[in-house]
């Protein structure tokens, strides 16, 4: 229940009064909560000035009015309201907070994050190195990202400290799973899984340790955890390829070569494709699509010609195989879908393997636009903010003055016929 007589408190909140009330809410709120200083009314109307004459005991008579806080914190004390003005403005809401003694609590809290991190680097073995301290630096530097509490950032930066000593710690083992070395650590297999907070510290800090930058894509960050022998997840993702014969070698390239000849696609992990001698003629042509209905087609149609599908985003372990065959001295062509998306993606292809377009040029756009309107075809309409073709600047404009949307289904029989 309200401590104010309810006439009172109907009268004091009132709209006469809301500015200064709302003045010096935010007066008290930024200075610890105490009745001093003073606040400036202006452009005051006719009810104002006469409900603070009222409240101050003293004419206002003019558009603007000083009214200094204590003095009216006296007056309401004094006053019907029988309460000062803390507990006024607390009484006719919202609640207040004292903004400095929250700053206050932030910085010890802050600071209490960053010295129980030092606590742990220098209860361990590693606090004898330097590039663990480096490693501490550059954390408080950085900051905890926002929306993490002190305590969950004490708890995480303390399990980083943990991670590391079972890495570069007298007693570190030769090797680690990372969901082994995860659950070690964290009671969770996913703990240290690519964009976690934990995993980012970690792998700064192995970064350190080995005086490497810290790679910005999956490919380096998986570069780095196998620098601290810890072997990253390779066997959940896949790419899927058809119709490579590698020559000779172990079992592996026997296998991916025996399912070639019997044109059958093949699911590689990242593991297959690390184990994977590789050996290809120079020149070897390389067909690259988007959709893995163009992987089943071909196979359905014993095509003969190698095509590997990027099925529609081109992870690690697609490009980690198109960089192995990259190395052998093979070259790439490449097709995908005609939306915006389809042609970023293509963009990122031929920038990196210097891929030839396949089927890709606006007049191939045309063309199929024109076949799939004679077939009565549904359209799929373009959406989203255009982009240009590298390989073609005619393409964008065909597609944004036709505005409709192809996927590599629509051309399959020509792509078929190409790999046959």
Known sequence: MSRL????????????????????????????????????????????????????????????AAVRLDSLDTRLRSSAAGLGLKDVLQELGPPLTDRRAVRTQALAQRDQVW?????????CRLGDEDWAWRWYDGLRRAGVPRGVPPATAVR????AVQVLVLLFGPERADAWGRGDLAAEATGSAHG????TWLARLVQRGIALAHDIEL??????????????SVTPDEVSSTVLAYGLRPDGGSWRE???????????ETHLTLRDVHALRLSLPAGTLIRICENPRVVEAAADAACARPLVC??????????????ALAATGCRFAYHGDFDWPGIALANRV???????????????????AARTRARNVPQHPLTGAPTTADWDPGLAPAMTALGMALHEEATLDLLVADLA
Not at 156 to 159: A, F, G, R, S
Not at 215 to 228: F, I, N, Q, T, Y
Not at 350 to 368: F, I, S
């Open 115 to 123: 010295s129980s991190l030092a606590s742990s680097l220098e209860g």
């Open 5 to 64: 007589p309810a006439a009172t408190r109907d009268w004091l909140a009132g709209p006469g009064l809301v500015r200064l009330w709302e003045s010096a809410r935010k007066r008290l709120e930024g200075n610890g909560l105490r009745a001093t200083g003073s606040v400036r009314l202006s452009g005051l109307a006719v009810q104002e000035r006469n409900d603070l004459s009222l409240l101050l005991g003293k004419p206002v008579t003019g558009a603007v």
């Open 215 to 228: 790679p910005d894509d999956a490919a380096g960050r998986r570069a780095v955890w196998r620098l601290a």
């Open 350 to 368: 031929v920038h990196r393997y210097g891929a030839e377009p396949w089927r890709m040029g606006a007049a191939d756009y045309e063309q199929l």
């Open 310 to 323: 990027t099925s529609g985003s081109a992870a690690t372990v697609v490009l980690t195989l198109l960089d």
């Open 192 to 195: 240290l899984d690519d964009g």
């Open 254 to 264: 026997r296998a991916l070569y025996e399912r070639a000849v019997h044109h059958v």
């Open 156 to 159: 995480t930066l303390q399990q």
